[in-house]
């Protein structure tokens, strides 16, 4: 649980938990860690709406979700996993809507955060993308 006053950030060695994180040095750890955000979500919530324009990236911490593609359930998305960050990656527009089919603790990066790592840590940056790209089998 969190209290009120770590509501910005979270905590360096919960980040290294993140797989996409694993291999960051303290450092870059400690910068990542300001700029994500954990939420816990109900069961059902649609956390990406197909069609919206892409403002935050996400990684799963905990728990399950749906990808739907014109309501259609294309995959399943668990801990590890990361999604939303294809629209500040490759266009500016979401590919699929996910919701989630269990409750759930999400990590999530805002654009500006994003575009922030790319100035100041541009090889993570480069990773992160890499990562991406290479789970949509484009890399």
Not at 1 to 17: I, T
Not at 44 to 53: A, C, I, K, N
């Amino acid at each position: 649980g969190s209290s009120p006053c770590d509501d910005r950030g979270m905590n360096p060695n919960r980040v290294r938990e993140i797989e996409i994180f694993r291999h960051l040095s303290k450092t870059e750890l400690e910068r990542i860690a300001g700029w994500l955000q954990s939420y816990s979500v109900p069961e059902g919530d649609l956390l990406v709406r197909e069609g919206t324009s892409a403002q935050e990236f996400f990684l799963i911490e905990d728990g399950e979700a749906a990808v739907l593609e014109d309501g259609e359930r294309v995959a399943m998305l668990g801990p590890g996993d990361f999604f939303g960050e294809i629209g500040l990656v490759e266009t500016d527009r979401r590919t699929a809507s996910i919701i989630a089919t269990t409750p759930m603790d999400v990590v999530v990066m805002y654009k500006p955060e994003f575009e922030r790592m790319k100035t100041e840590l541009p090889t993570v940056a480069d990773q992160i993308q890499a990562a991406i790209r290479a789970r949509l089998g484009r890399a």
